[in-house]
Every structure is written in structure tokens, then in C-alpha cells.
T-cell receptor, first 112, second 112 residues
């Protein structure tokens, strides 16, 4: 089963524009993570935000977390063609389970 | 450390045959996850280990699937009596507790 739901399912933007992807989840979490996957390859970890954090930055990435709404967003600023990939959020569930569960992903296309 | 490695990278098998995949995690990681991913979908949780203990197994996993992690090091995933619906990418990941996961490149299984 998949806990997270990313929105939109697909996003197409011009190089240089910002891309925003959203993730909603259902149960309590310990942390939320974002991953990138290039076509046919393994997943690469991008950023982790803990349940007691509200915002985190890493280079051109900005992640927010709203635990009251059970939602997160990933912002990629000044996008590049190399950012073209699928992006997944994953939630690490709370005490007693610690299962890492992925959503269905957002497919981002950055047009040069 | 070269990261998480999976073997084989590709496997073609006839329906009804058994297959076994191997995952070598990052050496100091005590958590090891197995996922299945089909085209256009996010990774679907199968099972995970903490050290050698299998802590959770997806209810979606039939009795034909079994996983082991002897001595808390490498892990194997076996599928018995394969079916065409088992065709997918099988991903392995490892982590420390409560941290990000590192993924292997996956094993692509095709059942003919």
C-alpha cells in the first residue's frame, strides 16, 4: 500500500522556472523524505524533514511540512533540464513501525 | 564503500520457476528494505529488516515471497513459482534508523 499522494502526477515547465510538487499522507510520521528517480534508475535521496520541522533547504530545493494538514511540498527553483525525473515523497511512520512508504510520484519534465 | 548493490541487474525467467535476488547494503546500515516498482508507479513496500530480524512484511506479499537477512548483512529475496504479474523492478535500500535510505540500482524481473 502507498501512504503518500503526490500532486500533480505530471508537471512540464520551461528551464529557469520554479517547480512545486505536493505530497499528502494519512498517518502520523517520524519524518518525511523526498527522492528523485531518473528513468529506469534507482532512487536518490534529496532531503529529509523531521516531524518537528516546518521548512528545510538544500541548494535549489526547499521543502515544507505541515503536520496539521498532513502535507508537504517540494520546491525546485531555477529548474534545469537535468532536473527532469520522477519525484517521490516517502514517509517514515511513527514509533513501533518505522516503515518507509512511498507515494506514486510526480513526473517532472523541464524543457530546455 | 560503493553503496547498495543488487544482483542480478536483470533476470528473465519462465513462469513457474523460482528466482532469488541478492542485496548487499551499506556495511554500517542496520535497516534493509525491499520494494517492488512497476512502470509509472512508486516503490511498493514489501518487507524490511532491522539487523537480522524481519520486522514487517506487506500484507500484499503472498506466501510465494520470502526474504532473509542472515547475520544482519546481505539479504536475499526469493520468489517461488513466478507468475507474469511478478514482472517488475525489485529495489533494495538500506539505512540507519530514522535516516534517509540509500537505494541500489534494482533487479528487473521479466516473467515470460
Amino acid at each position: 500500500s502507498q501512504q503518500g499522494e503526490e500532486d500533480p502526477q505530471a508537471l512540464s515547465i520551461q528551464e529557469g522556472e520554479n517547480a512545486t510538487m505536493n505530497c499528502s499522507y494519512k498517518t502520523s510520521i517520524n519524518n518525511l523524505q523526498w527522492y528523485r528517480q531518473n528513468s529506469g534508475r534507482g532512487l536518490v535521496h534529496l532531503i529529509l524533514i523531521r516531524s518537528n520541522e516546518r521548512e528545510k533547504h538544500s541548494g535549489r530545493l526547499r521543502v515544507t511540512l505541515d503536520t496539521s494538514k498532513k502535507s508537504s511540498s517540494l520546491l525546485i527553483t531555477a529548474s534545469r533540464a537535468a532536473d527532469t525525473a520522477s519525484y517521490f515523497c516517502a514517509t517514515l511512520s511513527g514509533a513501533g513501525s518505522y516503515q518507509l512508504t512511498f507515494g506514486k510520484g510526480t513526473k517532472l519534465s523541464v524543457i530546455p | 564503500d560503493t553503496g547498495v548493490s543488487q544482483d542480478p541487474r536483470h533476470k528473465i525467467t519462465k513462469r513457474g520457476q523460482n528466482v532469488t535476488f541478492r542485496c548487499d547494503p551499506i556495511s554500517e546500515h542496520n535497516r534493509l528494505y525491499w520494494y517492488r516498482q512497476t512502470l509509472g508507479q512508486g516503490p511498493e513496500f514489501l518487507t524490511y529488516f532491522q539487523n537480522e530480524a524481519q520486522l514487517e512484511k506487506s500484507r500484499l506479499l503472498s506466501d510465494r515471497f520470502s526474504a532473509e537477512r542472515p547475520k544482519g548483512s546481505f539479504s536475499t529475496l526469493e520468489i517461488q513459482r513466478t507468475e507474469q504479474g511478478d514482472s517488475a523492478m525489485y529495489l533494495c535500500a538500506s539505512s540507519l534508523v530514522l535516516t534517509e535510505a540509500f537505494f541500489g540500482q534494482g533487479t528487473r524481473l521479466t516473467v515470460v
